[in-house]
């Protein structure tokens, strides 16, 4: 089991900055590929952006191609995903995955993550 924890949530402003953690407890030996999937008021829950277990991997969803950042600290057993030029179109819940394998989430997108956060909320003002 492995439990994923989001934090670094909150209000800013179009144009700000936000940094969004996600902190990993439990049977981290493993290799997991991680991903942040986001769901807006009224949304189906979306893709964002992912990496593999060594970092050598990533894919961004084109709305956030260019502006999000994700990396990972496996020494601190921690996900990032740095946010900026953000716009009132990326408000959302913001969650947190885990997927065994890149390929997991590569061929199955949310289906392939076996692991999910609870999320944490940014809101972004006009």
């Known amino acids: 089991q492995v439990q994923l924890v989001e934090s670094g949530g909150g209000l800013v402003q179009a144009g700000d900055s936000l940094r969004l953690s996600c902190a990993a407890s439990g049977r981290t030996s493993s290799s997991y590929a991680m991903a942040w999937f986001r769901q807006a008021p009224g949304k189906e829950r979306e893709f964002v952006a992912a990496?593999?277990?060594?970092?050598?991997?990533?894919n961004y969803a084109g709305s956030v191609k260019g502006r999000f950042t994700i990396s990972r600290d496996n020494a601190r057993n921690t996900v990032y995903l740095q946010m900026n030029s953000l716009k009132p179109d990326d408000t959302a819940v913001y969650y947190c995955?885990?997927?065994?394998?890149?390929?997991?989430?590569?061929?199955?997108?949310?289906?392939?993550?076996?692991?999910w956060g609870k999320g944490t909320l940014v809101t972004v003002s006009s």
């Open positions: 995955a885990a997927a065994r394998t890149w390929n997991d989430y590569d061929t199955q997108g949310a289906y392939g993550m076996e692991y």
């Open positions: 990496i593999s277990w060594g970092g050598g991997s990533t």
